[in-house]
């Protein structure tokens, strides 16, 4: 990180925020991490009577999980190289990655041979449906609850620093639906987004429209890497 790189607002949960700030700095920018989201556990029994195979949407997924229950041994199906590093940083030894979104995972499922339901640890509101294709391929899915996102303020001084900020990250819907709720009233005309897909520009569109925020950019894919890839300031 040198003096006077570009600055960088994260807005993802910690410890994810963490991360993704290691890479904006080894890539020469600033980060600020103000996440506008943090990450709760919700009470789950972890049943896994009939479950043959768990599927990971997310980093926070795996962390709950491991959290609730000492299952190592089940194979692992994630949705990215990330998510697959957290399975294997538990201990899950038998991971495959679709390094994709949840329709590519949910093809990898479908294309493997093992006995039993699928069992998927996600969010409270998930930002996919994986239950439903997996369904269709006639496999059992079951997705049960075990986190959930809470929006929080960010600090005052990160609000101060917007026209300063070269530009903001996005990795989920919720979060950019928090932004353009904070940008309706203290609108930042010159920031710039960058948004992990196109989902998670959508809520922020009218806002650009409306010259309430600035240009607004989508990752062709939804991986940090292809996000970072948008940094060209």
Same mark, same amino acid.
């Given at each position: ?18 991360a ?33 195979? !768990? ?15 000492? *299952? ?5 199906f ?7 590093h957290? %399975? +294997? ?6 991971? *495959? ?6 329709? *590519? ?9 093992f006995?039993?339901?699928? $069992?998927?640890? %996600? ?6 449906d ?14 049960v609850?075990?986190? *959930? ?10 609000? &101060?620093? !917007? @026209? ?15 932004? &353009?709720?904070l !940008?309706?009233?203290?609108? &930042?005309?010159? $920031?710039? +987004?960058?948004? !992990?897909?196109?989902a ?8 650009? @429209? ?21 940094l060209?300031?």
């Amino acid at each position: 990180m040198t003096t006077g790189a570009p600055r960088l607002w994260i807005t993802r949960a910690r410890p994810g925020a963490e991360a993704t700030a290691a890479r904006l700095s080894a890539l020469g920018f600033t980060p600020l991490v103000d996440p506008l989201l943090e990450i709760r556990d919700l009470p789950w029994t972890a049943d896994l009577a009939g479950v043959g195979a !768990l599927a990971f949407t997310s980093l926070n997924g795996v962390a709950a999980f491991v959290r609730a229950s000492g *299952e190592r041994a089940l194979p692992v199906f994630a949705v990215g190289t990330a998510t697959a590093h957290a %399975a +294997a940083e538990a201990g899950f030894s038998t991971i *495959e990655s679709a390094q994709g979104d949840v329709a *590519e995972l949910a093809a990898l499922i479908a294309a493997r041979a093992f006995a039993g339901a699928v $069992l998927h640890p %996600a969010a409270a509101e998930p930002a996919g449906d994986l239950a439903s294709p997996l369904a269709r391929a006639g496999i059992e899915a079951r997705s049960v609850a075990v986190y *959930e996102s809470i929006e929080r303020a960010p600090q005052p001084s990160t609000l &101060a620093a !917007l @026209d300063a900020l070269a530009g903001v990250l996005l990795h989920s819907p919720k979060a950019a639906r928090a932004l &353009a709720a904070l !940008l309706e009233s203290r609108p &930042a005309p010159g $920031l710039r +987004a960058f948004c !992990l897909s196109p989902a998670v520009a959508a809520p922020l569109a009218e806002l650009a @429209d409306a010259g309430k925020l600035g240009p607004v950019a989508a990752a062709p894919r939804p991986h940090e890497t292809a996000l970072l890839d948008l940094l060209v300031l």
